[in-house]
């Protein structure tokens, strides 16, 4: 897959608010890691989108946009965010007309082949930048992105408690529904790969999942530096 052979590549999917973003976070400053979270992606090319008026409707209209588009990455801390035309965009990536967009832009062939690009280039940016390994967090990291990742998790949780979750967060999100465009959609479909790590976080806490997560980190680690 092109990944460099000395560093570590860490991939966890999951359906929304299934915790992948506080466990990745939390493991990234734990060894330290790059973390990456291509949610954040599809959000910022989501909003990007809504801000130049392109509809997810009109997918000629998306591809070239898709073409004005120089995406780049900053490193802060662990943290690598996206660059679009030099900009990282701000918490509109959070907003409710980003929530309800973002999965139907996210099933466009166009809008996924950039970020396919893009997200496998950032192994190269970890690399660069001296970290022992790279943690990414989304839908299709263990099945498509790095297929060959040294460790894939799933993470799930009870629809209602994610919805509780996401709730708390003050966020208005319709969990359910994204999950399930997410699940249908024909390009790089929400699934369990074969193979991964399956994790229940309904009743542990994130300091549970992170120390399990964390444990398998670490002995990959200690073989990888043999
Ligand atoms: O944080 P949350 O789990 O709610 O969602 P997210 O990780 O921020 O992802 C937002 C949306 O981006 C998802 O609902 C998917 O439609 C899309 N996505 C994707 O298609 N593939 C990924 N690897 C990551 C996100």
Redesign the pocket.
Known sequence: MGQPSSLLIVAIDGG???G??STARSLAACFPLLHV????H??AITAEMLRRGVAYSDPAAVASALQQFTLGTRVSGSAAALEINGRIPGDEIRSPEVNTA??HF?ALPSVRSTLLHYQRAQADVAQKHGFRGLVME????GSVIFPDADLRFFLHADPGERARRRAEQGQQ?SVAE?DR??SSRKTAPLTIPAGAIAIDSTHLTLEEVVSKVAALVEEKLAKHSR
């Open positions: 929304a608010a299934s992948k973003s979270d291509t949610g954040a599809y959000r973002v999965s996210a989304g839908r299709d990291i999100d994204r465009l997410d």
